[in-house]
């Protein structure tokens, strides 16, 4: 079974600095997709990036990158100028197409702080 | 617009009660999820339902039905509710050929007393 791991519960960040957050997954198959969800105090689940991994090159989505290394199974997520609406918890999530199933598998998460 | 509306947003019900959450979605998509985040924050799949039929079931307990009028609604009822029901649950969708990114509504939070 794929899993994915969160290996920060809880970080913080300075205004306008940088921060990585950190992901890696567990899987047999060679096509798949690995997301970035946050989820501010709201409770809305908002999609932050995408990541298909077929795709060498890293995605990018204004100040948010990711580091997608697939030998090594890891998909960390970088905030660039970090602001105060960037405070929320952060998920990790992968999926598989194949089989019919498109269920998401999330990382427990990462409540991420970002300080005036 | 809205583009996955889940109602209600807070519902709080006594032990053995029966209760129905109802999602819609207007992006045209054609699945349609159920996840659960449990009170650590941890989401779950439950349900995923394509062209109305139900291609995804966890080991979900049977009290758990979900129930698609269309393409466009998938609502969640849940018989005899027990305390660990409470959670909070949210509804999403996506196209089953792709894009594959899922898209949320505002979730709803149970609490069973």
């Known amino acids: 079974a794929q899993t994915v791991t969160q290996s920060q519960p809880e970080m913080s960040v300075q205004e306008a600095e940088t921060v990585t957050l950190s992901c890696t997954y567990d899987?047999?198959?060679?096509?798949?997709?690995l997301f970035w969800y946050k989820q501010p105090p709201s409770r809305q689940m908002i999609l932050v990036i995408r990541?298909?991994?077929?795709?060498?090159q890293n995605a990018t989505e204004n100040r948010f990158s990711v580091n997608f290394q697939k030998a090594a199974k890891s998909f960390s997520l970088k905030i660039s100028d970090s602001q105060l609406g960037d405070t929320a918890m952060y998920f990790c999530a992968y999926l598989y197409s194949g089989a019919g199933s498109y269920q998401l598998t999330f990382g427990k998460g990462t409540k991420l702080s970002v300080i005036p | 617009d809205t583009a996955v509306s889940q109602t209600p947003k807070y519902l709080v019900t006594q032990m053995g009660n029966d209760k129905s959450i109802k999602c819609e979605q207007n992006?045209?998509?054609?699945?349609m999820y159920w996840y659960k985040q449990d009170s650590k924050k941890f989401l779950k799949i439950m349900f995923s339902y394509n062209n109305k039929e139900l291609i995804i079931n966890e080991t979900v307990p049977n009290r758990f039905s979900p129930k698609s009028p269309d393409k466009a609604h998938l609502n969640l009822h849940i018989n005899s509710l027990e305390l660990g029901d409470s959670a909070v649950y949210f509804c999403?969708?996506?196209?089953?050929?792709?894009?594959?990114?899922?898209?949320f509504g505002p979730g709803t939070r149970l609490t069973v007393t």
């Open positions: 990541q298909e991994a077929y795709k060498q």
């Open positions: 999403a969708s996506s196209q089953i050929h792709g894009p594959y990114e899922q898209y």
């Open positions: 992006l045209g998509h054609d699945t």
């Open positions: 899987t047999s198959e060679s096509n798949y997709y």
